[in-house]
């Protein structure tokens, strides 16, 4: 049984900085694409980061752009999540999700099999 869990959230203030971690059990995350989604209150789900197998490219929403990296270990099975200059805007509940279909660019949610519970990210102003 694969298990997503993420961690590193909670509420700071505008400016600051936070790293998400999210760590698969189950099978390795070598062949996974692996991705971040956000969803703040009344909104949509939303594509926030996604990276390839070797972490050697990566792909942003426009918003992410500049503030927001995605990285992984996968000798740790472990993927990141840098966000910088916090803005209230990116508060949000951010899950971690996988994909095993082969691909990882550009993937809508119903193209990842697996998802984590999430991890709420709070930006006071």
């Known amino acids: 049984q694969v298990q997503l869990v993420e961690s590193g959230g909670g509420l700071v203030q505008a400016g600051d900085s936070l790293r998400l971690s999210c760590v698969v059990s189950?099978?390795?995350?070598?062949?996974?694409?692996m991705g971040w989604f956000r969803q703040a209150p009344g909104k949509e789900r939303e594509f926030v980061a996604a990276?390839?197998?070797?972490?050697?490219?990566?792909d942003y929403a426009d918003s992410a752009k500049g503030r927001l990296t995605i990285s992984r270990d996968n000798t740790k099975n472990t993927v990141y999540l840098q966000i910088n200059s916090l803005k209230p805007e990116d508060t949000a509940v951010y899950y971690c999700t996988a994909s095993s279909g082969g691909r990882w660019y550009r993937l809508g949610p119903s193209e990842y099999d697996y998802w984590g519970q999430g991890t709420q990210v709070t930006v006071s102003s």
């Open positions: 990276i390839s197998y070797s972490g050697g490219a990566s």
């Open positions: 189950g099978r390795t995350i070598s062949n996974l694409g």
